[in-house]
C-alpha cells in the first residue's frame, strides 16, 4: 500500500543520526504551500536541540511561501479517472463513442485501474510505477495489459489538460511487442469437419430437450460466405440490409448486434467507417437465407432473432459451438472468427490485399496482413527467369559443365 501523501503545509517522519563529531543530525521531508516538496535538516549537540532547529527551519519554509502561489492538495487517482468516466458518457450521448466500448472503458477502470493506483494522488503517478505495474502486468496478462495502459494514458492526458501534471508518465512506457502467431484459416476438410459435427449434433434423436436452433450453422454459413464479423451477421435486417432479388444478390453492413454496456440490441454502428460495405453474396448464402425467410415468424425485422422475437445474442452461438467441439472432439480454434479468416485467405489469394480489407472492413491493410490471411509457405515460382539470367550470365564458360 502506498504511504501517505504528505500535504501542503505539513512534514513527514523525523529520521536521526549520529555524526562522527557526535553531534545529531535531523532529517524530513515538508510540502510547503505551494505544492513543493522540500528536504530539510538541521545538525544539533543533542537529539532535543537538532529536533528543535528543525522545526524552526520548518517554520520559516512556511511563511516563505509565495501567498499567491499556494496550491490545493494534490487530486487522488480515482477522482481524476472518475472525472474521465463522465467526459466519456458524454462522448457516448454526442454518439461519438460507442456504448459497448464506453461500458469497457469503466470496467477497466473499476477493476483494474482503481484497485491498483486508486489510493495515489495524480502527481505521484510517475513513469516508474506506470512501468512497473505494466511489467507485472503483461507477465500474465498481455492482452488485458495493453487495453489497461490505453486506458491509462487517456486518463493522464485528462490530468495534463487539467494542469495537475506535467506530462503523462504512460507515455514513456511502450507496449511489449505481441508476438504474431500463425494465422488459422479453415481448410476445405476443416469446413466440411465443423459442418459435419454442428449437423450430428443438432439431428441427435437421443439428446433430451429440445431440438436445437438451426441459428448457428446458418450464422457460420453466412460467416463463410462474406467475412461477416459475428456481431454484422447477427445484425442483418430483412427489409434494410439484404437483397436476394437483385441480379447479383447482396447484404448491406450497416450495424451489429452488441451486449455490453446494457441488454442484448442492434445498434446502427459499425467497428469502424470502413466497416460499412456493401458485399455480394454467393449461391449457398443465397439459399441459406431463402430458407430463414420462410422460417422467419410474421414481422421479423432482424434475419436471425430469438423465438420471442429479440436479438440473438453472441454468447449463446458461442455456448451451443463450445457444447459441438466438446463432443465432436474438434479443437479450440474452431470458432466462428475463423470463418471470417477462411475468407480473408481466400479473397487475398484471388483480389489481393487491398481488395480483401475493403471485403472485411478493414480501415487498414496491416490488420488484414497480419491476423486474417493465413501464409503460404510455397513462394511463387521463379526458376525461369532465375535460370535464363544464370545461363546468359554464364554463356561461354565451362560452370555449366562442372554443373
Not at 463522465?86 to 463513442?97: D, G
Not at 484459416?185 to 466440411?192: F, H, I, N, Q, V
Not at 443438432?202 to 463463410?224: W, Y
Not at 448491406?252 to 455490453?260: L, M, N, S, T
Request: charged residues 25%; aromatic residues 4%; positive net charge.
Amino acid at each position: 500500500m502506498a504511504r501517505p501523501q504528505i500535504q501542503p503545509g505539513q512534514h513527514g517522519a523525523v529520521s536521526f543520526s549520529q555524526l562522527e563529531d557526535g553531534r545529531v543530525r535531523a532529517r524530513t521531508r515538508m510540502r510547503r504551500l505551494d505544492g513543493v516538496l522540500k528536504p530539510v535538516e538541521a545538525v544539533g549537540k543533542s537529539k532535543a536541540e537538532a529536533s528543535r532547529k528543525l522545526n524552526a527551519r520548518l517554520v520559516s519554509l512556511v511563511t516563505e511561501t509565495d501567498p499567491g502561489a499556494i496550491a490545493e492538495a494534490p487530486a487522488a487517482f480515482a477522482e481524476i479517472a472518475t472525472k474521465w468516466l463522465v467526459e466519456v458518457e458524454t462522448k457516448v450521448r454526442a454518439e461519438a463513442l460507442a456504448r459497448t466500448t464506453q461500458a469497457e472503458y469503466a470496467r477497466i477502470v473499476r477493476a483494474a485501474l482503481i484497485p491498483r493506483f486508486g489510493d495515489l494522488t495524480i502527481d505521484r503517478l510517475d513513469a516508474r510505477k506506470v512501468f512497473d505495474w505494466y511489467q507485472q502486468r503483461t507477465v500474465n496478462k498481455p492482452v488485458a495489459a495493453r487495453s489497461e495502459r490505453v486506458v491509462l494514458s487517456q486518463i493522464m492526458d485528462l490530468a495534463q489538460r487539467l494542469q495537475l501534471i506535467e506530462r503523462n508518465p504512460v507515455l514513456g512506457v511502450k507496449t511489449e511487442r505481441r508476438k504474431a502467431k500463425p494465422v488459422w484459416a479453415p481448410s476445405t476438410d476443416d469446413l466440411g469437419a465443423l459442418i459435419e459435427a454442428i449437423e450430428v449434433y443438432n439431428n441427435d434423436p437421443d439428446r433430451p430437450g429440445p431440438k436445437p436452433s438451426s441459428h448457428l450453422l446458418d450464422v457460420l454459413t453466412v460467416m463463410a460466405g462474406t467475412g461477416l464479423r459475428i456481431s454484422e451477421a447477427l445484425g442483418l435486417r430483412w427489409e434494410e440490409d439484404v437483397f436476394l432479388d437483385a441480379e447479383q444478390p447482396y447484404i448491406v453492413v450497416d450495424g451489429a448486434v452488441k451486449a455490453k454496456g446494457g441488454p442484448v440490441r442492434r445498434e446502427s454502428r459499425t467497428k469502424s467507417v470502413a466497416s460499412k460495405r456493401q458485399i455480394a453474396i454467393p449461391a449457398f448464402v443465397v439459399a441459406v437465407l431463402m430458407r430463414c425467410m420462410t422460417e422467419a415468424r410474421q414481422g421479423a425485422k432482424l434475419v436471425f432473432e430469438t423465438r420471442t422475437g429479440r436479438p440473438q445474442a453472441m454468447s449463446t452461438l458461442y455456448r451451443a459451438l463450445r457444447r459441438v467441439r466438446d463432443e465432436a472432439g474438434l479443437p479450440d480454434h474452431y470458432v466462428p472468427h475463423a470463418m471470417r479468416r477462411s475468407v480473408g485467405t481466400l479473397a487475398a489469394r484471388a483480389i489481393g490485399i487491398e481488395g480483401t480489407a475493403k471485403v472485411l472492413g478493414h480501415a487498414s491493410i496491416d490488420v488484414t496482413q497480419g491476423a486474417y490471411v493465413a501464409r503460404e509457405l510455397m513462394t511463387p515460382d521463379v526458376t525461369d527467369v532465375v535460370q535464363a539470367h544464370w545461363v546468359a550470365a554464364t554463356e561461354g564458360n565451362d560452370v555449366n559443365e562442372r554443373a
